[in-house]
């Protein structure tokens, strides 16, 4: 499982807690990395899973297997949006801590996504005053501005990179549900099922709820939950397989 501006590591340590609350299901997670450009967020990332490894070994119950993937989990320094040639692009990095070509079955991402005029405008004082921007608003310098509306940039590079790190299933945190439907309509047909999760995807709405993305090919796509669009979720058809019936 690959987590793309993993920020703090938060998103890998709670995939971590709750796959192993289901041993029999998961009985083997493999290899768990969070890639962040930030050496300080890097910082915090390794700090909270020294204070994880630490709390296991002196609180919580037996588990080898549970504690080896933990002290396995990898945070890793990229740029996601540096050329591939770079040494500090994204598989670059991830070729240099795998005996193997990269390979990520399930690849998850909370990337910057505000737009600049929102930032300005929208994002509140208390964020804009104590949050990195570098973590919220994509840098003017990408190269997929020129394609892309401003707040999107991040999005391309995250279905290229899920392509080349062979992942079944992804899941990218957006801001709304126009935001949403931008970035499902970026997907391609290498994906089987594209799908928009609400804030609550797990709650029940009757009908199943469809909504126009407006791209030739796929003009529709299903949305879950209540609450505003949060997510964008896609499958391949292996991993439509997996999910099927989630």
Not at 37 to 50: F, G, M, R, T, Y
Not at 70 to 78: G, I, K, P, T
Not at 229 to 237: K, L, P, Q
């Amino acid at each position: 499982m690959l987590d793309l501006c993993t920020g703090t590591g938060c998103i890998p340590l709670l995939l971590h807690h709750e796959l192993f609350k289901h041993p029999d299901v998961v009985p083997n997670i493999g290899r768990l990395v969070g890639v962040d450009i930030s050496s300080q967020a890097l910082k915090v990332s390794e700090h909270n899973k020294a204070k994880q490894i630490h709390e296991q070994s002196v609180y919580g119950p037996s588990n080898s297997a549970k504690f080896d993937a933990l002290r396995n989990m990898h945070f890793v320094q990229a740029d996601i949006l540096a050329d591939e040639q770079s040494s500090s692009s994204i598989m670059s990095q991830l070729r240099d801590i795998s005996s193997a070509e990269p390979n990520y079955e399930v690849l998850i991402s909370n990337p910057p996504y505000i737009s600049s005029a929102a930032f300005r405008i929208t994002t509140a004082a208390s964020v804009r005053r104590y949050e990195p921007k570098l973590a919220l608003v994509p840098p003017h310098s990408s190269a997929a501005e020129h394609v892309v509306q401003d707040g999107d940039a991040f999005y391309p590079e995250l279905y290229r990179i899920s392509k080349l790190v062979k992942s079944k299933v992804i899941l990218f945190e957006v801001a709304d549900m126009e935001q949403a439907c931008r970035v499902a309509a970026m997907a391609d047909e290498h994906w089987h099922t594209v799908e928009i999760w609400r804030d609550d995807p797990s709650a029940s709405v009757g009908e199943a709820d469809y909504v126009d993305i407006g791209r030739e090919g796929r003009d529709k796509v299903r949305v879950r939950g209540q609450g505003n669009g949060r997510s964008v979720v896609a499958y391949t058809d292996e991993g439509s397989q997996w999910c099927n019936g989630a």
